[in-house]
């Protein structure tokens, strides 16, 4: 069997997809603490390395044919806001997988981040030094949406391989609602609308007016309009966004929500606190988009 290791595996997205394309995960690593119980609680037959993986030594990582990465997206993504730093240690992280990759030499990597990470002013030097390497490079932004995940999810993916040139496509699947996944009863978090500030209530009432009733309504963040519940839900982050709106009460979505929204099977463990179960299931990779990558990586180049 193909054998995987995780790096900055988080809550494990990238390895939950390759273990259901058939690949043995056998090692993950990140730097926080909490994500690695999570990667530890859902993935018990592989190690579960809390280190800093840009100081690590690729040569402690156990053998294997895959490496599977995503590395730190937030010096790269347009979430960050205009008045954040630009996180240069965090865009330095990528060159960790170079490191890997030059040391294990393994047969296959796989890569994710967001879109504009091949805006990067060294990306060109970053993917030079892969090449150099002897991969040859496929690329593709691909949206969750297609691949059976109920969310608007944009993301970058790479393949490659020490072979011939990887294969990496849509799925192309009819996207899923969110009302797949949203629950109205068994709930005792509901607020009443009124009870919120005025731009919440203008908000909700914008968005009902558009899309009815029973809503989608971005609490956080500068994201105007609702979201019909006959779509996906829009990119999830590691902070709660959305809230869902029935009538004149309203919830933020709940842990189990996102965690069918990200594409996670039900029973996925999560550790830690709901603002840290959040922030793992934001930063993580779509395990169905995980599974596919991985799928056409292998068939297309083996």
């Known amino acids: 069997m193909m054998r995987a290791v995780d790096l900055f595996s988080g809550a494990g997205g990238w390895s ?22 999570t990667f530890r609680a859902a993935h018990p037959e592989a190690q579960a390395r809390c280190q800093d993986v840009a100081l690590m030594d690729p040569r402690d990582l156990p053998q294997f044919d895959l490496l599977l990465a995503s590395p730190a997206c937030q010096g790269h993504s347009r979430a960050r806001g205009t008045d954040q730093p630009h996180h240069d240690a965090q865009r330095a992280t990528a060159w960790a997988v170079v490191q890997v990759a030059e040391v294990c030499r393994p047969r296959w990597i796989a890569l994710e981040n967001v879109p504009e990470f091949t805006s990067w002013a060294l990306y060109r030097h970053w993917r030079a030094a892969l090449s150099t390497l002897g991969y040859r490079i496929t690329e593709r932004v691909l949206c969750a949406s297609r691949h059976g995940v109920p969310q608007e999810r944009r993301r970058w993916f790479a393949a490659a391989s020490l072979e011939r040139l990887p294969r990496l496509s849509s799925a192309d699947l009819e996207p899923l609602p969110a009302s797949s996944f949203v629950i109205f009863d068994g709930s ?13 209530r203008a908000r909700v009432a914008a968005a009902q007016a558009e899309h009815g009733p029973r809503v989608l309504v971005p609490y956080y963040g500068s994201a105007r309009g609702g979201r019909p519940l006959s779509r996906p839900v829009g990119t999830l982050t590691t902070h709660d966004r959305y809230a869902l709106v029935d009538g004149d009460r309203l919830r933020m979505l709940s842990v189990d929500e996102q965690r069918a929204a990200m594409g996670f099977p039900p029973s996925y463990p999560l550790t830690g606190t709901r603002a840290e179960q959040v922030h793992q299931l934001g930063n993580a990779v779509c395990p169905p988009v995980a599974a596919r990558v991985v799928r056409q990586l292998l068939e297309s180049t083996l």
């Open 16 to 37: 939950c997809g390759a273990e259901q394309a058939g690949v043995s995960v056998v090692a993950g690593a990140d730097h926080w603490p909490r994500a690695v119980e």
């Open 188 to 200: 005792d978090e509901w607020a009443r609308v009124a009870d919120k500030v005025e731009r919440t």
